[in-house]
């Protein structure tokens, strides 16, 4: 059974660069979800797409961030022209929809930004 | 708005020992999942246990079981017989809404880092 995977696990890079992240869910799973978690704080939901479609975008997703999901499957979220405050780990689940619709995680993308 | 509180940011338990990790949360949605989700150092979330809001009994997984008290707003978890290896960081997380209604995030609290000594 393949759980959630994410690439990079760890990306360095300057301020103002633009950073790629990819998620592929577990392949029966059509919602797909992307959360921000800061050291010592619990993660903090960002965006969250159901197949192809997303649904909804927190307020923590400025302009500078965009998520895709094309075809339903795998997801990238973007970050343009980054900032030292977007160093944090970013962190993508899956569930399938269903009364529990429990989100399963990845191992997360840690990001650092000098 | 949905808000989960964790109180403690520590705790210490000697292996072999039981250990209640508190959760309490607020919302005005009738119905809820809670979660209790694992962060061991590796940074990795794994999804331990599950409460719906009209179950009528308390969820259990193996060693994993949760004190979920309606009235009261509260979702503790309980590990029995701890081990080592259950050193980790612990959030509580709830998404408001049925889940067949539509993808819901998860709202975490702050988490409690639990440290099980030998």
């Known amino acids: 059974d393949t759980g959630v995977s994410q690439d990079p696990r760890h990306k360095i890079t300057k301020r103002g660069q633009n950073v790629t992240f990819r998620c592929d869910p577990i392949s029966e799973h059509n919602r797909l979800y992307w959360y921000r978690q800061t050291l010592g704080q619990g993660p903090e939901f960002l965006t969250y797409?159901?197949?192809?479609?997303?649904?909804?975008k927190s307020r923590l997703l400025s302009d500078r961030f965009s998520a895709e999901r094309p075809k339903g499957s795998f997801s990238t979220l973007e970050i343009q022209r980054t900032e030292q405050g977007d160093s944090a780990m970013y962190l993508c689940a899956s569930s399938r929809q269903g009364a529990t619709d429990t989100q399963y995680f990845g191992p997360g993308t840690r990001l650092t930004v000098l | 708005a949905q808000k989960i509180t964790q109180t403690q940011p520590g705790m210490f338990v000697q292996e072999k020992e039981a250990v209640t990790l508190d959760c309490t949360y607020d919302?005005?949605?009738?119905?809820?999942?809670l979660f209790w989700y694992k962060q061991p150092s590796s940074g990795e979330m794994i999804f331990l246990i599950y409460q719906g809001s009209y179950d009528q009994q308390n969820a259990t997984e193996g060693r994993y079981s949760l004190n979920f008290q309606k009235a009261r707003k509260s979702a503790n978890l309980v590990i029995s017989a701890s081990q080592l290896g259950d050193s980790a960081m612990y959030f509580c997380a709830m998404r408001e809404g049925p889940g067949v209604q539509g993808a819901q995030k998860l709202v975490f609290g702050q988490g409690t880092r639990l440290t099980i000594n030998p």
């Open positions: 797409f159901q197949n192809e479609a997303q649904l909804e």
């Open positions: 919302t005005s949605d009738p119905s809820y999942g």
